[in-house]
Structure formats: structure tokens, C-alpha cells
């Protein structure tokens, strides 16, 4: 493999983007692997959740908020989002032309150097399970591995709410998870950016022998790869981040304050222009 390097600082900032918090956990790993890297972050939490959403409209609000990263001159884009990948990721880089990095293959990948019994698990929205695009993905590393699946819905709206631990939420879980338990998973992908933030929770109904996949730390790797083969790494000690939200912005900071802690400075309000519109605020 043939890494490039530019030795000189490249200060444009990496876009990620989200239909809520849960790209946070994306961010956070890009934040740990890549600390020298200012970000833009956009929750379009105005128009969540997009699990249950069409494809096609899943898609223009992706382009839409894609348009307004490149407006603002961003080097790369993470589409932190599960349900953005399976609807858009292929319009969203060649609409654009920076390079583009998702979280189903690096979660695939983690899935295949994880599972021992070769029964792995998925869970994700509705969008996502329905696209059969893990599936794909899957039989793309040429494993044998079986993959069984389920849409969970609901747990977006909870993680989004700041709750990760209810009573409630538990009796949710338990209905979600207990058919992946009985079909003998060893390793479960979660593949929705937002389920990380309820690891504890999931881990507790799974048992201690499956084997939790987040992509986020993974899709930091890639990352990082894709900004050295482009030779647009940033090595500036102090890089300013910004987070944006399309719905109420201190709603989002609360629940992303306790998500990501103090790196949340100030969200700003979002606004979004239909795409061919202007720059964005
Ligand atoms: N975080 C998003 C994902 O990874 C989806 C949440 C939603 O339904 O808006 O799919």
C-alpha cells in the first residue's frame, strides 16, 4: 500500500453528519484517533428520525446537508449514519467529489475478526435492515458468516430523548433482543450510530458472551486512512470544532453535552438550503 503524506497542514475541517446525536459516537472516536482535526458536525434533528423514512427523501435531505458541509469547504465527509449510507452515500460523493467515508463496511469488518461461531447479528432501523446493504457487505469480505437482523425502531427516539436506561426502554430492549439471543449470535453489529449510547443496556440483555460492534472506532481508522492517502491530515494542536443542529439547538447540546462532554462549545442553529440553494448559516 502506498501512503501519502503532504507534510504540511491542511486546516480545512472534516464534515460528519447525522440525523440526530448518534453520529456523536463517530465523532468522538474521530475526536480520540484524530485530535488535531477540526470538525463540523450537523444533527439534522428538525427532521428525525430518518430509520423510518423513504429512501428517496432520506437522500435529499443527505445531498441537502452534504451541499452545506462543501459550502463551508470541509475535505471530507462522514456520513455517521447508518440509514444516510444505505440511501445516499454513492449520490453524496459523486455529487460532490471530496472524499467520502461511511460506517458499514469498517462495522462489517470489525463483525467478521469478531464472530467465533460465524452467527453475527444486526440491528438497525428500518431503512437500514430493509436495504439488505449489511448483507451485502457481508459477502463482500468473502466470509461464510450467517447474518440474522432486526429493526429497532424505537430505541433512536429514547437515545435522542437522553434516555439510555429506563425501565421502559429496558422492556423494550428485552422484545427487540431476546429473538437474536435465541438464534445463538455470538457478535452483534449495532448498526445505527445512535446505539452505542445504549451499549450497557444492550450488553446487559445479550449476556456477556456477544461480542458489541460500534463501527465508530473502526470508521475513525478509516478515516484517518483516507486523509493520509490524500495527503489532507491537519497536525494544528488547537482545532475549533463546530456543532449545528436544524431543530433547537440547546436541545441538542443538552443531550450531546452528555454524550460527548465538554468538546460541545456551542450548537448553532442550522439552517439548511434545498439543494442548487445558498450557502447555509
Ligand atoms: N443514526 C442513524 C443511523 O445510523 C439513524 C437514526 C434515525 O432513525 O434517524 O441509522
Known sequence: MVVRSS??????????????????????????LLPHEP??????TARF?????????IRRYALEIAESLVVRDVKMLVVACNSVEVAAIDHVAEAHGVPVVGVIDPGTRAAVHATRNGRIGLIGTEAT?????????????????????????????????GDTSSEELRTVAEGYLSPLREQGIDTLILGCTHYPLLSGLIQLVMGDDVVLISSAAETAKDVYRALVRSGIERGDPHPRH???????????????????GPEIAEVRAAHLEPVGGGPWS
Open 242 to 260: 463546530e456543532f449545528l443542529a436544524t431543530g433547537d439547538p440547546a436541545r441538542f447540546q443538552a443531550v450531546a453535552e452528555v454524550f460527548l
Open 7 to 32: 507534510g504540511t497542514s491542511e486546516p480545512r475541517p472534516i464534515g460528519v453528519f447525522d440525523s440526530g446525536v448518534g453520529g456523536l459516537t463517530v465523532a468522538r472516536a474521530i475526536l480520540e
Open 49 to 57: 428520525p430518518y430509520g423510518p423514512k423513504p429512501l428517496e427523501e
Open 39 to 44: 470538525l463540523i458536525y450537523v444533527g439534522d
Open 129 to 161: 435492515v430493509k436495504s439488505g446493504a449489511y448483507d451485502r457487505a457481508l459477502t463482500a469480505t468473502g466470509t461464510d458468516a450467517t447474518l440474522f437482523s432486526r429493526a429497532c425502531p424505537a430505541f433512536v427516539e429514547y437515545v435522542e430523548r
